[in-house]
């Protein structure tokens, strides 16, 4: 009797040990899979960013448009001629610092005559063009004293 007690027990032992290893392996399977899982999510994810990093590297509104050392030299006046990477203007003629100076151009553009005036503050420092600009967004606001625009009239020249 001594030696069929010992089978059972020997065989309860081994039922145990096999249900013990394959519970086991069945756990490492899980924690490999959800290991793969995460990896594929990781680089997935370091895919994406290095694709939005293409996106950075494009200027946006907030993006000075020349660096601080071609900013120092670009002149106030519109040329002709300008060699871009000097910021020297060849035209010889003061026609156009004296058209900026005198209040003639747009302030926003410098480059056609101011014609139009903000209602109700009066000012008259754009082009239609630009103030039309300035009305249709989301700022509304005169560039000279920051109030706000209620109509944009043209001024009529002679």
């Known amino acids: 009797m001594n030696l069929t007690t010992?089978?059972?027990?020997?065989l309860v032992e081994w039922c145990?040990?096999?249900?013990?290893i394959s519970h086991l392996a069945a756990y490492?399977?899980?924690l490999a899979l959800i290991a793969i899982v995460i990896l594929m999510i990781l680089?997935?994810?370091s895919e994406f960013n290095d694709e939005s990093n293409e996106y950075e590297s494009?200027?946006?509104e907030t993006t000075p448009l020349c660096s601080t050392n071609v900013a120092a030299s670009v002149t106030y006046r519109t040329c002709e001629d300008q060699d871009?990477?000097?910021?020297?203007c060849n035209n010889s003629s003061d026609e156009s610092d004296d058209d900026l100076y005198d209040g003639k151009l747009c302030a926003i553009c410098y480059d056609e005559q101011r014609n139009c005036f903000?209602?109700?503050?009066?000012?008259?420092?754009?082009c239609y063009e630009c103030a039309k600009r300035i009305f249709d967004g989301e700022n509304k606001k005169c560039p000279v004293c920051?109030?706000?625009i209620g109509k944009v009239r043209r001024l009529l020249a002679p």
């Open 84 to 88: 871009l990477e000097s910021g020297n």
């Open 28 to 30: 490492i399977a899980v």
């Open 58 to 60: 494009r200027p946006t």
């Open 146 to 148: 920051r109030r706000l």
């Open 118 to 126: 903000f209602v109700p503050c009066g000012h008259c420092a754009t």
């Open 16 to 20: 145990l040990a096999l249900n013990l």
């Open 43 to 45: 680089r997935y994810v």
């Open 6 to 10: 010992s089978n059972e027990e020997d």
